[in-house]
């Protein structure tokens, strides 16, 4: 996958809102000198010390949206620790260190495909990215299929809509669209069928695996952007591996291991062991 991808820069960004846009889902909006994200890249935050104890890692977040020429990017993520709630209470006008952007972008759909996107959970903001990148100019027209436990859990329709003209929701309760899994809505988006399919797709690992296989089993192309604990986030600790499912064809200093946060997070689906 050849790209020209931004420099990664280390500064300090300014919090210019935090507004809560679904249960426990927070949207924080930094002003970033030279704000160059990819859709599919992520950065890393530290934020300010939290009653005393001073975050040691800074935390990934995927991008949700960039403005470069007003140098903005929004982040959303749920409280789910320490590191999440500093962020949270970060004030307006306060600042947090800031890495990247990291890693890889997700691949530009070929002209006359049909950009399929499939999120569940935290994993929708990189979609949400990716989707309203690729509508621009009316390149393409994508699909968004997203997931989430409960109605409370989805995001609004402000944030889903500048990505696509067509989103479909599921529940894990019924409690809003289509009762089960997101990838019973792709079955039947794919069954539909749409014009030379590609998905794109982040969220829980078992969600991705499950999006993998079907799309494997009809012959679609698929990308995944996955979601692992790491520490430094450009390679060297080495603390976010996968296994390759390719092992015998990419020869690495890590055996058949890859490292999400320089070799990926995007990954063709096909190289990944699930």
């Known amino acids: 996958m050849n790209q020209t991808l931004p420099a990664v820069v280390d500064v300090a960004a300014r919090v210019t809102a935090t507004t809560e846009v679904a249960e426990a889902f927070f949207q924080t909006r930094l002003q970033v000198p030279d704000a160059a994200v990819?859709?599919?890249?992520?950065i890393q935050l530290r934020p300010r010390p939290l009653e005393g104890t001073y975050p040691y890692l800074r935390m990934p977040l995927s991008v949700s949206a960039v403005d470069r020429e007003r140098g903005l990017?929004?982040?959303?993520?749920?409280?789910?620790?320490?590191?999440?709630?500093?962020?949270?209470?970060?004030?307006?006008?306060?600042?947090?260190?800031?890495?990247?952007?990291?890693?890889?972008?997700?691949?530009?759909?070929?002209?006359?495909?049909?950009?399929?996107?499939?999120?569940?959970?935290?994993?929708?903001p990189p979609l949400i990215y990716l989707g309203t990148?690729?509508?621009?100019?009316?390149?393409?027209?994508?699909?968004?299929?997203?997931?989430?436990r409960n109605a409370g859990k989805h995001l609004p329709d402000t944030l889903l809509d500048p990505a696509s003209a067509d989103v479909r929701r599921a529940t894990d309760d019924g409690s809003?669209?289509?009762?089960?899994?997101?990838?019973?809505?792709?079955?039947?988006?794919?069954?539909?069928?749409?014009a030379a399919p590609v998905v794109y797709t982040c969220g829980p690992h078992a969600m991705m695996a499950a999006v993998a296989r079907l799309c494997a089993g009809r012959d679609v192309p698929c990308f995944a952007s996955l979601e692992e604990?790491?520490?430094?986030?450009?390679?060297?600790?080495?603390?976010?591996?996968?296994?390759r499912a390719d092992k015998d064809s990419q020869p690495s200093p890590y055996g058949h291991y890859a490292r999400v946060c320089v070799d990926g997070p995007v990954f063709d689906a096909r190289q990944i062991a699930w």
């Open 38 to 42: 990819e859709p599919g890249q992520f």
């Open 229 to 243: 604990y790491m520490a430094c986030g450009f390679g060297v600790c080495v603390g976010c591996v996968v296994e």
């Open 176 to 194: 809003l669209g289509h009762a089960g899994f997101v990838t019973e809505l792709l079955t039947d988006v794919l069954e539909a069928g749409p």
């Open 133 to 148: 990148t690729l509508r621009t100019g009316g390149r393409h027209d994508p699909i968004l299929v997203v997931g989430a």
């Open 73 to 124: 990017v929004d982040v959303l993520y749920e409280l789910v620790g320490p590191k999440t709630v500093a962020l949270r209470r970060v004030a307006v006008g306060d600042e947090v260190g800031f890495l990247g952007p990291l890693g890889n972008r997700f691949p530009e759909p070929a002209t006359g495909t049909t950009p399929i996107l499939v999120g569940g959970g935290i994993g929708v």
